[in-house]
């Protein structure tokens, strides 16, 4: 590992690629949140607090269907359980010279993709660096916050004089989870999302809709570690 540290700059730099993959993600949520019936300043409280896209999506859904606070809470914290796991993780990769004075700050920003980039950075040969942390968080951050103010803005009728843009981003939504979905299709993955997929749908049927995606997301869980488990036992 070479004798050098990342800066904020390098923080910056690094985020970019995610900022530009988050923005189209929030402004989605704003839309989609407005059109629930959410105003811009509760659709942006949420991003501010939860910061978390599949979680602030799923809020959505348990809002709109009257589920029950402590169910939702639950449902939520389950969804979310694994980012407990990203600090201490990081932080051992990192090694025990490492800094953590400001961990309890840009801890924060630790999503799946801002944990991802700091991993290679440090896989690429460079000492863990709290700057370079706040640099990769800040930015990320900032696109989600930002796309999901601009998406309210949209969907809370400043697009009405536009019909053919609203009808537009009546479209996109649909359109750019089919597209997170089929960018993670894969033949392993495939056995997860359709146990995951007929839990929902069943559940629901039978249920209700909480219900049914607390069941799917257990369920297409343990289908995932279950190949795991017999890689493990070989």
Same mark, same amino acid.
């Given at each position: 590992m070479r004798d050098s540290s990342s800066t904020v700059a390098d923080g910056l730099m690094a985020a970019i690629p995610i900022a530009l993959g988050y923005f189209p993600i929030a402004f989605a949520f704003g839309v989609a949140a407005t059109g629930h019936g959410m105003s811009g300043i509760e659709a942006f409280g949420l991003s501010l607090i939860i910061y978390a896209g599949a979680a602030q999506f799923l809020t959505l859904a348990l809002i709109t269907s009257g589920a029950p606070l402590l169910v939702s809470a639950f449902t939520l914290i389950a969804m979310n359980l694994r980012h407990v #796991?990203?600090? *201490?993780?990081?932080m051992k990769r990192a090694g025990p010279h490492a800094r953590r004075r400001w961990s309890w700050v840009w801890a924060f920003g630790l999503t799946d993709e801002v944990f991802g980039a700091a991993l290679g950075q440090l896989a690429r040969g460079r000492?863990?660096?709290? *700057?370079?942390?706040?640099?990769?968080?800040?930015?990320?951050y900032a696109s989600w916050l930002s796309g999901t103010a601009l998406g309210a803005w949209a969907g809370g009728g400043a697009l009405k004089s536009? *019909?053919?843009?609203?009808?537009?981003?009546?479209?996109? #939504? *649909?359109?750019?989870?089919?597209?997170?979905?089929?960018?993670?299709?894969s033949r392993a993955q495939l056995p997860a999302i359709v146990v995951a997929v007929l839990a929902t749908v069943g559940v629901t049927l039978v249920w209700s809709g909480t219900a049914g995606i607390l069941a799917g997301m257990i369920a297409g869980a343990l289908t995932g570690l279950a190949p795991r488990k017999a890689a493990d036992a070989r």
């Amino acid at each position: 590992m070479r004798d050098s540290s990342s800066t904020v700059a390098d923080g910056l730099m690094a985020a970019i690629p995610i900022a530009l993959g988050y923005f189209p993600i929030a402004f989605a949520f704003g839309v989609a949140a407005t059109g629930h019936g959410m105003s811009g300043i509760e659709a942006f409280g949420l991003s501010l607090i939860i910061y978390a896209g599949a979680a602030q999506f799923l809020t959505l859904a348990l809002i709109t269907s009257g589920a029950p606070l402590l169910v939702s809470a639950f449902t939520l914290i389950a969804m979310n359980l694994r980012h407990v #796991l990203y600090g *201490p993780s990081l932080m051992k990769r990192a090694g025990p010279h490492a800094r953590r004075r400001w961990s309890w700050v840009w801890a924060f920003g630790l999503t799946d993709e801002v944990f991802g980039a700091a991993l290679g950075q440090l896989a690429r040969g460079r000492r863990f660096s709290e *700057p370079f942390m706040f640099g990769l968080a800040m930015v990320a951050y900032a696109s989600w916050l930002s796309g999901t103010a601009l998406g309210a803005w949209a969907g809370g009728g400043a697009l009405k004089s536009w *019909p053919a843009v609203e009808a537009g981003l009546g479209f996109m #939504l *649909p359109a750019l989870f089919l597209s997170l979905l089929l960018s993670i299709l894969s033949r392993a993955q495939l056995p997860a999302i359709v146990v995951a997929v007929l839990a929902t749908v069943g559940v629901t049927l039978v249920w209700s809709g909480t219900a049914g995606i607390l069941a799917g997301m257990i369920a297409g869980a343990l289908t995932g570690l279950a190949p795991r488990k017999a890689a493990d036992a070989r």
